[in-house]
């Protein structure tokens, strides 16, 4: 069982940059392959990036991919995302979620989710 808890979402400007932070509870939490993923309003909910339990391996969605980076601690038990160039088509309520499965971009395949940071980038 785990249960992640986001922080870091806000308000800002196109440009800026932003960190998000994901705290999670549970002894086993080094083994989860960690994700964020976003949703903006009326939309679906989408991947935006992932990490392995080494930290080794990171995969991004193309739309964030040279702006946004993924890192995870597993002695801290967290895991963050670093956004920079924010762009208003960022803006979406941010979700960290964990799965059990060795990788994957599917948010069925994630079975612990936070309750969401609001990010809001104005233009």
């Known amino acids: 069982q785990v249960q992640l808890v986001e922080s870091g979402g806000g308000l800002v400007q196109a440009g800026d940059s932003l960190r998000l932070s994901c705290a999670a509870s549970g002894r086993t939490f080094s083994s989860y392959y960690m994700g964020w993923f976003r949703q903006a309003p009326g939309k679906e909910r989408e991947f935006v990036a992932g990490?392995?339990?080494?930290?080794?391996?990171?995969n991004y969605a193309d739309s964030v991919k040279g702006r946004f980076t993924i890192s995870r601690d597993n002695a801290k038990n967290t895991v963050s995302l670093q956004m920079n160039s924010l762009k208003p088509e960022d803006t979406a309520v941010y979700y960290c979620a964990a799965s059990q499965y060795r990788t994957s971009r599917s948010q069925g395949n994630f079975a612990y989710w936070g309750q969401g940071t609001q990010v809001t980038v104005s233009s």
């Open positions: 990490i392995m339990w080494s930290g080794g391996t990171e």
